[in-house]
């Protein structure tokens, strides 16, 4: 009961701080001491600046940096004081880009005062003001020009890095499209709505990844572009694994113009062909399931449920040799959902049985003899294989001849003389 009391008692004072006329007079904060160290497993960026009671159960890190000023709303526990540690949930956050913000009843903004910036806190029409400190992140130029792209499906998106970390701003291509989105660091994952997403966020090299079509079609990437020269991230880099299971894009130039996009998923190969003509719908998949293209263009995936899939084309008619490119390979850690197995290739035709003739079946048909009388398929008129058609065939016919020729004299010769 007596801590309830405490609680009971505290709350009223804040509240009648609170509720006290203030007739346009601001009212500086009383803790401008900056936090020395985070608290045990909270994230550093998120303390970094000087942490104020705004309200009851309710705390302000007010910094300034190079990106501009900022102000993050922390839930803390009954009976803060400066030094205490406070949860890692940011409430709000306030910045020149979204300088309001409701919380526990606290109407808040970010405005300007004298030559910086202030938070101010509006509770039944009574107003505390909290003034943010100087600028200290270095030059205002530590964010990257934007890099513009086109998404299709009627979107685009800004890309920016700060010190703060990778941003993707989409918005519609439409002049009265109100519908938004920003990926951050924080926050990189995309609404259900569209496939879109930040890989590798708090790393060296972020990634900006979408796809606005279903199916089997593969993943488009952009880097995010670099921090000027002499900025650095204001959070400890840390390359995460692959989000994603699908492997970079390989573009090739196919001739003829045509273009195709190489990727290799856990589904197995895709090779989506296009055309290089920007006017052109023309376009077509292949996949470990239909490896073979139309009969329009030679193009096919060679070995599609092998380890290593081979995309074939050739554009060219006549005998000009094909073209190949290896698939590109999986991210780090993520394998084929299929049993990998090699393609087997084309049987070679068995050689023939056929017997050659020799000199000894010759010799063996004509001993004990007088009269060579052609006999079962000699006599029919039976050709020899193909493969019996070298020299010792030809030796063995004539050896045939010669027993011939010499069994026929003997016999004139015995008639003469008898």
Known sequence: ???ALRASIAAAVLAGALLAPVAGTAYAATTTAPVAAAGAGTAPETHAGTPVL??????????????????????????????DDYTDGVLATLDLGHPKASVNGLELELVKSGKGHALTATKDGATKSFPLPAGTAGPAECVSEVKHLNLGAGLLVELTMSTEGPKAFMHGDEPGETWTQT??????QGSPNYFARIDNPSGAKPVFEWRTQGGHVPSHFADFPALPKGCTPGYPLHDNESTTCVSQIKEINLGAGLLVDLTMSTEGPVAFMYSAEPGSTWKQNLTRYNPQGSPDYFARIN??????PVFEWKTQGGDVPS????????????????????ETPAPKPEPSTAKPVTTTNVATQTTGQTTVVPQGSVAAGAEIASEDTDDSTTVAAGAGLLAVFAALGTTVLRRRRS
């Open 183 to 188: 990926l951050t660091r924080t926050s990189p």
């Open 303 to 308: 070995d599609p449920n092998g380890a290593k």
């Open 54 to 83: 705004i309200g009851p159960g309710v705390i302000a890190v007010l910094r300034n940096r190079a990106e501009g000023p900022e102000a993050r709303i922390h839930a803390a526990s009954d009976g803060w004081k400066p030094g």
């Open 323 to 342: 073209h190949f490119k290896d698939f590109p390979a999986l991210p780090k850690g993520c394998t084929l959902e299929h049993t990998v197995t090699k």
């Open 1 to 3: 009961m007596r801590t």
